[in-house]
């Protein structure tokens, strides 16, 4: 993903988010999440996430109950990309792994925004080789839309005449919780050891 493209693409995100947060935004003596939470979500997360029904490594169709039955980390790219989703689901999977050592269990997640390339097979694969945990989802045209719409994420797939088109996208991991949905996102600059503290947090306070 070009750099100027990447920008553009987590401006309009990030702009959407804000917008959501700040109409929302209030103090709430009855979040149990308060302290783990970032200034910029409190009152918002409600907005965010929700029902999705996608296709997995096995070719089979799964929805948001399926998927999330612990704390999860989810991140919206595509397995032909050159640089950001290698570096940023790597990290996820080391933060994941930084939980692991502490005793708690949590699942990474990745969905492709790139269903025309990223059938079943390769979807998995991509997701196994980072993490034996790693859940690879794709789906339809129609079904990926839906899921993006679903956490405000941005996707655009450049004209291409061949197979070899890149696809601009945001850069967001969603913190999302059974029973309780989207919690809290992290930007591409949030370490592992970030993630996974902040995880931790939210964890225990279920």
Not at 7 to 19: E, K, N, T, Y
Not at 21 to 32: E, G, H, K, L
Not at 51 to 76: C, H, M, Q, R, W
Not at 180 to 206: H, K, L, N, P, W
Request: aromatic content about 12%; glycine content about 6%; hydrophobic content about 40%.
């Amino acid at each position: 993903m070009t750099r100027i493209y990447a920008f553009v693409a987590a401006a309009v995100v990030i702009a959407g988010l804000a917008g959501v947060y700040m109409a929302t935004m209030v103090t709430r003596s009855d979040d149990q999440f308060a302290s783990c939470r970032s200034g910029a979500v409190a009152g918002g997360s409600a907005q965010i996430g929700g029902p999705f029904e996608l296709v997995n490594s096995k070719g089979e169709t799964v929805t948001d109950a399926d998927v999330i039955t612990e704390p999860s980390l989810i991140y919206f790219g595509y397995t032909f990309c050159p640089d950001v989703c290698p570096l940023d689901t790597a990290r996820n999977a080391e933060a994941i792994d930084l939980l692991a050592e502490r005793g708690y269990s949590a699942t990474p997640v990745f969905i492709s925004v790139d269903p025309r390339r990223d059938t079943p097979e390769v979807v998995g694969d991509f997701a196994f080789n980072l993490h034996e945990k790693m859940i690879g989802l794709t789906g339809s045209d129609a079904q990926v839309k839906a899921a993006s719409q679903a956490y405000k994420t941005y996707y655009k797939a450049h004209p291409a005449d061949d197979e070899y088109y890149l696809v601009d996208h945001s850069t967001f991991s969603y913190l999302v919780l059974p029973e309780y949905g989207f919690v809290e996102f992290f930007r591409r600059d949030t370490t592992s050891e970030q993630i996974a503290e902040t995880m931790a947090c939210f964890i225990d306070a279920m």
